[in-house]
């Protein structure tokens, strides 16, 4: 393995190395335990980027839990579209879980019971909830057991080699799709990327409103 890109190249390597580390994956709905890794997406902003890191995990035989927002100023899940993401992110084996905005928990049987809060405020953010898994509560997080792309950043750099050397004994990963299924150098390049092919959805969306371009 060369660079750590945040790129869909390297996803796959990552999935590779926690194979080779002996990982297996695991989800929210028991404690983890020894080669436990909890492969967790926080769907941000987009659920076409979110549906390419899923047909990725197919290929490689990988299920991951994803966290879907209800209240995103960025898609929509009431939406055909949002209904065909779901569908498809369950017919892969993937688990969909509720990305939360506090205070609302619209858990509804389109989620499995299972809660992360977006841009949580310390307060709340590992507070048990009643007969629903919280992905940031002590049993699933341990600063030592958990690692986050947030924009782009590592902090504690990227884990393939760890992953693949078994030097935790179990893992809570989160990856934001959209940060690695649109191409950039950095993340404000990606996140323009983003918007490129956002607008072109946009175009196709108005068609098939039958608005006359
Ligand atoms: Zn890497
Ligand atoms: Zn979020």
Redesign the pocket.
């Known amino acids: 393995?060369t660079?750590?890109?945040f790129e869909l190249g390297?996803y796959r390597?990552?999935l590779e190395?926690a194979r080779a580390g002996g990982y297996r994956l695991a989800f929210f709905d028991r404690d983890p335990g020894p080669s436990d890794l909890l492969l967790r997406h926080d769907v941000d902003l987009s659920l076409e980027a979110a549906l390419r890191m899923a047909e990725v995990e197919s290929e490689a035989e990988a299920r991951a839990s994803y966290f879907l927002m209800t209240r995103s100023v960025f898609y929509n899940l009431a939406s055909p579209e949002g209904e065909m993401a779901l569908a498809r992110l369950r017919a892969l084996g993937h688990r969909v879980g509720l990305h939360a905005a506090y205070p609302h928990v619209d858990l509804d049987g389109r989620f499995d019971p299972a809660v992360a809060w977006h841009n949580p405020d310390p307060e709340f953010m590992s507070t048990p909830l009643d007969g629903v898994a919280n992905a940031m509560e002590p049993r699933f997080f341990s600063p030592d057991r958990y690692r986050s792309d947030s924009n782009q950043r590592w902090r504690h750099?990227?884990?393939?080699?760890d992953l693949a050397a078994r030097r935790f004994d179990w893992l809570q990963l989160l990856i934001h799709p959209e940060i690695w299924a649109y191409p950039g150098r950095t993340m404000r390049e990606t996140m323009f990327s983003m918007l490129d092919a956002e607008r072109e959805r946009r175009v196709r969306q108005l068609m098939e409103d039958r608005i006359d371009l």
């Open positions: 393995m660079r750590c890109g390297h390597e990552l190395a750099g990227c884990p393939h080699e």
